[in-house]
């Protein structure tokens, strides 16, 4: 026997008394992992003297680590061959661990990045939380999303080590807590480098008060552990009052302190008290502006070692990177001065400083008065962190093509001609291990077949494929796969929600964060609309199609929980109607998160990205879906755009109003005479409110109603523009069930041709850009 089996059968007899085939799932998934973890340890701990970029993010979506470690150290078959030997499945792991510490793309492009870097021998570590509880689980009671408590760490967590001996104290106005580290290994492919995902969790100075205990005051004597425990529960905890907020304000700052306080702490061991070298040692990326109190807690923590202002300054502006993932002012965190005081005084005074710097720029700019007002860092009683982010780092990336562009010449305008020098795109990516080779085997052996495996780790070798296009041998073994998958997922689904699809129907997926801007309620509208188009005979011969939803809508997210319920109410309709559901299927999936989705995105023939234009940053749920064979129903928005330049506009079906057509259309868009004007689109809208749908008496229907005809104190009426594209969209959809029907081989090409051509969406590609341009690290520094 090899030595990894060795391990797991050692680990199993140490810890359990039990050999493989006496052991519980949880007894072989934790002794797999622990012989996982030995094989990494002599590498991992290897001491490298380079420089090293850090990942600074809120969120990261790793997802299940078991299946991506075995692949990426080569040892799947290993142990696919020894559960064989003992009559194991080896998808026995699929209910065990799926570690949600991220809400969607943000954290599942920081997870990407940690695994290409890694891939690409990039010296890339990861900065954030331990969240206690993922993001939730969700289930679904009459229609209405529930929340429950996600308990990742149920079974344990052995893909991580605690590290006591690195812990650091972090000072709040009323609280003292101490940040332990918890370290976990990111294997890239090949074995060939492992760095660290660093997560920080919260713990009190002092646990547990003996004498009030005593003094049978036992909710007070455990209050400091559950004040500090509180800071690392959950993700992203709701925030619509000022206890919530201030709660969002101790995390962004708990995980930003603690992650410089270690820097600082290794490069001192190396240097002592001169920091002029710090950003020759360390590059800092900060993910959205969640992590952006770092710049005001940088200049303080090296105010505390002795460094002048002015220089704290310049070695800030020279460590730190800034990406910028939203055009939403809503998004653009600021915080008001009066609650930042509360909570961490001692850092105001240093966002003064950095004010006052950056008001001596402007002056000396020419920039004065009232002219100063968009950039300044303290305006209104407010502290926006976006400005603190462009003013003092040396880089602000947007995340996709046009996403750039509009940051450059409308959302960030004023900043860009400021700094023009600072602005770059980096269009995300996604990895292809974890997106293909992984969660799509079958696909990844046939790619593997035509064009060798290279691909692994340069998805560019896709483009190899094209010279297949045209052959039907290679056209069906790849509809094949796609069949295949179909059913998979069929399988799935009835056993995790109780509902039987038929996988020749046409699978049309959107899966992604319910957010109004990505207009789930317009896909629910389209649905409806081809409902009554059957009933009343407008739509004849269309194909068989299930519309597949998942996501989840934030806890406080009142609106997004009304389309939920909505969805849901149109499932119940057409399920159940005798006339149509030979026909049309819905099924809003329950507690969507990366497990689901590698089973979700194998199988789609049609993805969803169906953003308003101009709103989107850049999406890399599109990507995963191109890679694995689906067409794009989708705006030009986002990565889509790249995504048609690469694979095509005629492999794709694009639809809407594009950014420049909104922007003339502005001022004079009046959805009420759009109502008016079309009966489709009246009678669809008029669902929320006529009595064909229930929404148990809440009145979220009637606000969904309002939020399109009327508007909002915050919003104009239908700001996302669902009435203006609606009737295109439907148009869309139609011609993509035409298509599939009526030349399904031309159908499979475009598939095919998406796949091919989905070579530039590699994280890979992304995370060298970053090293090259931006972090000047690994040999990429040495190329530049």
Same mark, same amino acid.
């Not at 009671?141 to 308990?151: K, V």
């Given at each position: 026997m090899?030595?990894?089996?060795?391990?797991?059968?050692?680990?199993?007899?140490l810890?359990?008394?039990?050999?493989?085939?006496?052991?519980?799932t949880?007894?072989l998934?934790?002794?797999?992992s622990?012989?996982?973890?030995?094989a990494?340890?002599?590498d991992?701990r290897?001491?490298l003297?380079?420089?090293r970029?850090?990942y600074?993010?809120a969120?990261f979506?790793?997802?299940?680590?078991?299946?991506?470690?075995?692949?990426?150290?080569?040892?799947?078959d290993q142990?696919?061959?020894l559960?064989?030997?003992?009559g !194991?499945?080896?998808s026995i =792991?699929e209910d065990?661990?799926?570690?949600?510490?991220?809400?969607?793309? +943000?954290? $599942?492009?920081? /997870?990407?990045f940690?695994?290409?870097a890694?891939?690409?021998?990039?010296?890339?570590?990861?900065?954030?939380?331990r969240?206690r509880?993922?993001?939730?689980?969700?289930?679904f009671?009459?229609?209405?999303?529930?929340?429950?408590?996600?308990?990742w760490q149920?079974?344990?967590?052995p893909w991580?080590?605690r590290k006591e001996?690195?812990?650091?104290?972090?000072?709040?106005?009323?609280?003292?807590?101490?940040?332990v580290?918890?370290?976990?290994?990111?294997?890239g492919?090949?074995?060939?480098?492992?760095n660290t995902?660093?997560?920080?969790?919260?713990?009190? !100075?002092?646990g547990?008060? =003996?004498?009030l205990?005593n003094?049978q005051?036992y909710?007070?004597?455990? +209050?400091? $552990?559950?004040? /500090?425990?509180a800071?690392?529960?959950?993700?992203?905890?709701?925030?619509d009052?000022d206890?919530?907020?201030?709660?969002?304000?101790k995390?962004?700052?708990?995980?930003s302190?603690?992650?410089?306080?270690?820097?600082?702490?290794?490069?001192q061991a190396k240097h002592?008290?001169?920091?002029?070298?710090?950003?020759?040692e360390?590059?800092?990326?900060?993910?959205?502006?969640?992590?952006?109190?770092?710049i005001?807690e940088?200049?303080?923590?090296l105010?505390?070692?002795?460094?002048?202002?002015?220089?704290?300054?310049k070695?800030v502006?020279?460590?730190?990177?800034?990406?910028?993932?939203?055009?939403m002012?809503e998004a653009?965190?600021k915080?008001?001065?009066?609650?930042?005081?509360s909570?961490?005084?001692q850092?105001?005074?240093?966002?003064?400083?950095?004010?006052?710097a950056?008001?001596?720029?402007?002056?000396?700019?020419?920039i004065?008065?009232?002219?100063q007002?968009?950039?300044?860092?303290?305006?209104?009683?407010?502290?926006h962190?976006?400005r603190m982010?462009?003013f003092?780092?040396?880089s602000t990336?947007?995340?996709?093509?046009?996403?750039t562009e509009?940051?450059?010449n409308t959302?960030?305008?004023?900043w860009?001609?400021?700094?023009?020098?600072?602005f770059?795109?980096k269009?995300?990516?996604?990895?292809q291990r974890?997106w293909?080779a992984l969660c799509?085997?079958?696909?990844?052996?046939?790619?593997?077949?035509?064009?060798?495996?290279?691909?692994?780790?340069?998805?560019?070798?896709l483009k190899?494929?094209?010279?297949f296009?045209?052959?039907p041998?290679?056209?069906?073994?790849?509809?094949?796969?796609k069949?295949?998958?179909?059913?998979?997922?069929?399988?799935?689904?009835?056993?995790?929600e109780?509902?039987?699809?038929?996988?020749?129907?046409?699978?049309?997926?959107q899966?992604?964060r319910?957010?109004?801007?990505k207009?789930?309620?317009?896909?629910?509208f389209?649905?409806l609309?081809?409902?009554?188009g059957?009933?009343?005979?407008?739509?004849?011969?269309?194909y068989?199609?299930?519309?597949?939803?998942g996501?989840?809508a934030?806890?406080?997210?009142?609106?997004?929980?009304?389309?939920?319920?909505?969805?849901?109410?149109?499932?119940?309709?057409v399920?159940?109607?005798?006339?149509?559901?030979?026909?049309?299927?819905?099924?809003?999936?329950?507690?969507y998160?990366v497990?689901y989705?590698?089973k979700?995105?194998?199988a789609?023939?049609?993805?969803?990205?169906i953003s308003?234009?101009g709103?989107?940053?850049?999406?890399?749920?599109?990507?995963?879906?191109?890679?694995?064979g689906?067409?794009?129903l989708g705006?030009?928005?986002?990565?889509?755009?790249?995504?048609?330049?690469q694979?095509?506009?005629?492999n794709?079906?694009?639809?809407g109003?594009r950014?420049?057509?909104?922007?003339?259309?502005?001022?004079?868009?009046?959805?009420?005479?759009?109502?008016?004007?079309?009966?489709?689109i009246?009678?669809?809208?008029?669902?929320?409110?006529?009595?064909?749908?229930?929404?148990?008496?809440?009145?979220?229907?009637q606000e969904?109603?309002?939020?399109?005809?009327?508007?909002?104190?915050w919003?104009?009426?239908?700001?996302y523009?669902?009435?203006?594209?609606?009737?295109?969209y439907?148009?869309?959809?139609l011609q993509?069930?035409?298509?599939?029907?009526?030349?399904?081989?031309?159908f499979?090409?475009?598939?095919?041709?998406?796949?091919?051509?989905?070579g530039?969406?590699?994280?890979?590609?992304?995370?060298v850009e970053?090293?090259?341009?931006?972090?000047?690290?690994g040999?990429?520094?040495?190329?530049t």
């Open positions: 090899n030595t990894f089996k060795n391990d797991i059968c050692e680990a199993l007899e810890d359990y008394g039990k050999n493989i085939q006496e052991a519980s949880v007894e998934y934790d002794a797999v622990k012989a996982v973890m030995k990494v340890a002599a991992w290897k001491p003297k380079e420089k970029a850090c600074f993010s969120e979506l790793v997802g299940r680590l078991i299946y991506n470690n075995l692949l990426n150290l080569g040892l799947l142990l696919a061959e559960f064989n030997e003992n !194991i499945e080896l =792991f065990i661990e799926d570690a949600a510490l991220g809400n969607g793309g +943000l954290g $599942r492009l920081a /997870a990407c940690l695994d290409s890694a891939t690409q021998n990039l010296p890339l570590d990861g900065y954030g939380i969240y509880y993922g993001l939730f689980k969700q289930y009671e009459n229609g209405f999303q529930r929340e429950t408590a996600d308990d149920r079974f344990g967590d991580s080590i001996s690195e812990k650091v104290r972090i000072d709040f106005k009323n609280q003292r807590v101490y940040a580290p918890y370290d976990t290994p990111i294997i492919y090949g074995g060939k480098r492992i995902l660093r997560l920080w969790q919260s713990e009190p !100075i002092h547990f008060d =003996f004498q205990f003094e005051k909710d007070r004597a455990v +209050l400091e $552990r559950d004040e /500090a425990e800071i690392s529960s959950v993700l992203y905890p709701n925030d009052t206890k919530g907020k201030r709660l969002r304000l995390q962004q700052y708990f995980f302190s603690a992650s410089l306080q270690d820097l600082l702490r290794k490069y002592g008290e001169d920091f002029s070298a710090f950003p020759e360390y590059a800092i990326q900060l993910n959205d502006t969640h992590p952006v109190i770092s005001a940088l200049v303080r923590l105010s505390e070692r002795g460094v002048p202002f002015a220089r704290a300054l070695i502006r020279q460590t730190f990177a800034y990406t910028n993932h939203t055009i002012a653009l965190e915080w008001d001065v009066r609650l930042f005081k909570v961490i005084p850092v105001y005074r240093y966002v003064v400083l950095i004010d006052k950056l008001q001596k720029e402007l002056d000396h700019r020419g004065r008065g009232e002219d007002k968009p950039y300044r860092i303290l305006d209104g009683g407010m502290i962190m976006a982010a462009i003092a780092t040396h990336n947007g995340v996709a093509k046009i996403h509009i940051l450059k959302a960030l305008n004023e860009y001609r400021l700094y023009p020098e600072r770059n795109n269009t995300n990516g996604i990895t974890r293909l799509n085997q079958e696909l990844s052996g046939f790619i593997t077949d035509k064009i060798g495996g290279s691909w692994v780790t340069d998805l560019s070798k190899g494929l094209e010279a296009w045209d052959n041998e290679t056209l069906q073994q790849f509809a094949e796969i069949q295949l998958k179909k059913q998979q997922l069929a399988d799935y689904i009835e056993k995790h109780g509902v039987r699809l038929d996988p020749r129907f046409l699978f049309d997926i899966a992604k319910l957010h109004e801007y207009r789930q309620l317009l896909n629910a389209s649905i609309d081809i409902y009554f059957l009933k009343d005979g407008r739509i004849s011969n269309f068989p199609t299930v519309f597949l939803f996501a989840k934030a806890p406080g997210y009142y609106r997004a929980k009304g389309v939920i319920k909505y969805i849901h109410e149109i499932a119940k309709l399920n159940h109607d005798e006339e149509t559901k030979d026909r049309l299927q819905v099924l809003f999936v329950a507690n998160n497990s989705a590698e979700l995105v194998p789609a023939d049609v993805s969803e990205q308003t234009a709103t989107e940053a850049s999406g890399t749920g599109n990507m995963k879906f191109m890679l694995n689906a067409v794009t705006t030009y928005d986002g990565a889509n755009v790249e995504i048609v330049e694979a095509g506009k005629e794709n079906y694009i639809f109003a950014v420049e057509e909104l922007q003339q259309v502005e001022t004079v868009y009046d959805p009420r005479m759009v109502y008016e004007t079309y009966p489709r009246r009678k669809v809208v008029d669902t929320l409110i006529d009595g064909t749908f229930s929404d148990g008496g809440t009145g979220m229907f969904l109603y309002d939020s399109l005809l009327k508007g909002a104190s919003h104009k009426p239908d700001h523009y669902l009435l203006l594209d609606f009737l295109p439907c148009d869309a959809k993509v069930n035409a298509d599939y029907r009526d030349n399904r081989m031309q499979i090409r475009k598939c095919f041709v998406n796949t091919a051509n989905a530039k969406f590699s994280s890979d590609r992304t995370i970053y090293a090259k341009e931006i972090w000047q690290i040999e990429a520094s040495h190329t």
